[in-house]
C-alpha cells in the first residue's frame, strides 16, 4: 500500500494486470478496415464459436470484427461508426479513432481492482458489468481515454 499526504491509497500491485485482453477502434468503412487487419496485416479474423458470446450479434450485424494477434493472443476489435470524423490532422487534439483498451485479470483480484479505482476516485464510465464472458468495468485515464479492467467468467 502507497501513503501519501496522510491519505491511505490503495493500488494494484504490479503484474495483478496479466496482459492487454483487446483493443478497441472505431472505424469508419469496415470492409476496408477488414481487408487491411485480414489480409494485409495478415491478423486472423475470429468467426464462428471464435467470437465472443458478447458480440455475436453484432458481428452478423456487421458492427464489429474481431482480429487477433498471434504472439498473445491480443484482440483488436473493429467497431463500425460509419459517420465518424477524420482523425484531426492536429495531434494535440483530442483523438476520435481509438475507443478503449482492455487489460486482462484474475477473476479473483476483480473486486480488488474496483476498490482501488473507487478508492482513487477515478471517473467510471460503466459498470462493473457482468456477461457471459465474464466481468467487466470501464473507467477514464487522466486525458480521458476509457480504459477497460476485465477477467474471464469463472
Not at 476496408?32 to 471464435?50: D, Q
Not at 476520435?96 to 474496483?114: C, E, M, Q, S, V
Not at 462493473?128 to 469463472?154: H, K, L, S
Request: with cysteine; aromatic share 8%.
Amino acid at each position: 500500500m502507497q501513503t501519501t499526504e496522510s491519505t491511505l491509497k490503495i493500488v494494484l500491485a504490479p503484474g495483478n494486470l496479466r496482459r492487454v485482453h483487446h483493443i478497441a477502434l472505431n472505424v469508419r468503412d469496415m470492409n476496408a478496415s477488414r481487408h487491411f487487419y485480414g489480409t494485409i496485416l495478415g491478423l486472423h479474423e475470429l468467426t464462428g464459436a471464435e467470437i465472443p458470446a458478447t458480440l455475436t450479434e453484432m458481428v452478423a450485424a456487421g458492427q464489429v470484427a474481431n482480429f487477433i494477434t498471434p504472439d498473445d493472443g491480443t484482440v483488436i476489435d473493429l467497431f463500425w461508426q460509419p459517420d465518424l470524423e477524420p482523425p484531426n490532422p492536429d495531434p494535440q487534439q483530442a483523438f476520435t479513432r481509438a475507443n478503449h483498451l482492455a487489460f486482462d485479470i484474475d477473476p479473483d483480484l476483480f473486486d480488488r481492482a474496483i476498490e482501488v479505482l473507487k478508492s482513487n476516485q477515478i471517473a467510471i464510465d460503466s459498470g462493473p458489468v457482468t456477461r457471459a464472458t465474464g466481468r467487466g468495468i470501464y473507467f477514464y485515464d487522466p486525458d480521458g481515454f476509457i480504459i477497460e479492467i476485465r477477467c474471464d467468467a469463472v
